[in-house]
């Protein structure tokens, strides 16, 4: 589990053979847990001053991993008692979206992204999203998108401030939206009914 809050900015050593490796001051251990740009990917190899992630069929097949190059967010998984200041993410990515619109503010910066229709329905107004591993809240939806506000600090220590219209971005959707739709929308709803009455 992660919490959506970048830990460090990592350097793209390359990426071949379905193998990331990265220059990053966290010193994992084999098999470790790190979310890479949201997608949860796990520690293959140590390096002096880095580390190696290995990339599944599944992972390349649903990430933007075009963005892969020169620098990516990283955080750690969770341990037991540790803060949490976002809000849990699986590092599981829903699908990509695309930048779509990029307005400065007084005190913040808004990005309009374009979301895939099958996800839409798990983007609620001041509800979480995650984009490229940071946990954000959504303050407007519309029909085919949502906008969402990076305040100074998060613009400031994220590649937010890198990014540019057209870029595709990580979806991870809230996790509970994912569950519950689920369960309303089971077929067999009467065996389900049967097994968990509490929720009917």
Partial sequence: MFNGLIREIAKVKNY?????????????????????????????????????????????????????????????????????????????????????????????????ITVPSNLMKFMAKKGSVAIDGVSLTINEVFDDSIRLTIIPISFKETLFKNYELGREVNIESDLIARYLDRIVNFKDKDSLCQRMPYIY
């Fill in 16 to 112: 071949q053979n379905n193998t990331l490796s990265l220059y990053a001051k966290h010193k994992p251990e084999l098999g470790d847990s790190i979310a890479v740009n949201g997608a949860c990917l796990s520690v293959t190899r140590l390096f002096e001053g880095g580390f190696e992630l290995e990339l599944s069929l599944e992972t390349r097949n649903n990430i933007a991993y075009k963005n892969l190059k020169d620098f990516v967010h990283i955080e750690p998984a969770l341990r037991y008692a540790d803060k949490i200041d976002g809000h849990l993410l699986q590092g599981h990515i829903d699908g990509i979206g695309r930048l779509s619109k990029i307005q400065k503010r007084e005190n913040g910066v808004d990005f309009y």
